[in-house]
C-alpha cells in the first residue's frame, strides 16, 4: 500500500464545482468511482474509508474518482480512526485527512458516524480547503454534559469533553480521599476515557485532581497538593511517588 503524504497546512482556497463536469466513460481498475452501492462492512474500521468517502462527497458535492490505495489509522479513542485517500475530480488531483467517529448501529450507516475537520488539498497547488462536522457537539450530548450524574455515592455535574479524550465533572464541596478514589474508579469503568478532570466547585475556580489512564499506566494527579499518586488505591492510601 502506498504510503500517502501528510497534508501540510500552506494556505485555504475552496474546490470550484464545474456543474458541467461530466462523469469519465470509463474508470481505472485501480480507482473507486463515486456510486449509490454501498459494500456492508462487519467492522468500524472495515467501513471506515466508505465512511470517509461519503462525507467527501457530501462536502464538496463534486464526482470524485477515489484511488484504491487508501490509509486508516487507529487514534487514542476507540472506533475514531484518522483516513487519508487521493482522488480526482474536475481534472485535478486531491489529498482528503478526515478524523471520523463511530457511535452505535449499523457501521455501514453513515448516520452512526460524525466527522470533525475533513481537509481537502489539491496536490498540484496545495491549497487546501477546510470542512467542520458535528462530532463535537454529537460527543457531548451522548456524554450529557450539564447532566448530574453519581459515583461512589457522591453527586457530580459533567461540564466538559474533549473530543472524546477526556471528561471533566465538578462536585459541591470537598471529598475525602476515599471517595474521590473510588468515584474515579467508577467513572473509568462508565466510560471510555483516557483522562478525567475533577474540580472540587462548579465555577472551576480550583482544579483539584485529574486521573490519567493510558494502555496499563494510570496515574492520579493532586494539583492542590502538587502530588502524583501511581493509582486511584494509591492515592487513597496517600502514596505519593513524587
Not at 464526482?63 to 474536475?90: A, G, I
Not at 467508577?186 to 490519567?212: A, F, P, R, S
Amino acid at each position: 500500500m502506498k504510503k500517502l503524504a501528510y497534508l501540510l497546512p500552506i494556505f485555504v482556497a475552496f474546490i470550484a464545482c464545474n456543474n458541467n463536469y461530466q462523469q469519465p466513460s470509463s474508470e481505472s481498475s485501480s480507482s473507486i468511482a463515486s456510486s449509490n452501492y454501498t459494500p456492508q462492512y462487519s467492522s468500524p474500521k472495515d467501513a471506515a474509508p466508505e465512511i470517509a468517502r461519503n462525507f467527501v462527497r457530501q462536502e464538496i458535492s463534486c464526482y470524485c474518482n477515489f484511488q484504491s490505495d487508501v490509509v486508516v489509522e487507529n487514534t487514542m479513542v476507540d472506533n475514531r480512526y484518522q483516513v487519508m485517500q487521493k482522488f480526482k475530480s474536475n481534472g485535478q488531483e486531491y489529498v482528503y485527512k478526515i478524523f471520523i467517529q463511530y457511535f452505535d448501529g449499523n457501521v455501514n450507516d453513515v448516520s452512526n458516524w460524525d466527522f470533525n475537520q475533513l481537509v481537502v488539498e489539491e496536490v498540484n497547488s496545495g491549497k487546501q480547503s477546510y470542512y467542520n462536522g458535528n462530532l463535537e457537539s454529537r460527543i457531548k450530548k451522548t456524554v450529557g454534559v450539564g447532566n448530574t450524574v453519581e459515583f461512589a455515592g457522591v453527586e457530580f455535574k459533567i461540564i466538559d469533553v474533549r473530543i472524546g479524550t477526556s471528561l471533566a465533572f465538578s462536585h459541591k464541596g470537598k471529598l475525602t480521599r476515599k471517595q474521590i478514589a473510588e468515584a474515579l474508579k467508577e467513572m473509568h469503568n462508565t466510560y471510555n476515557y483516557e483522562v478525567y478532570h475533577i474540580y472540587h466547585d462548579y465555577n472551576l475556580k480550583e482544579d483539584y485532581i485529574q486521573w490519567q489512564s493510558t494502555g496499563n499506566l494510570t496515574a492520579v494527579f493532586d494539583f492542590e497538593k502538587d502530588k502524583i499518586y501511581e493509582t486511584p488505591d494509591d492515592y487513597a492510601a496517600g502514596k505519593a511517588i513524587n
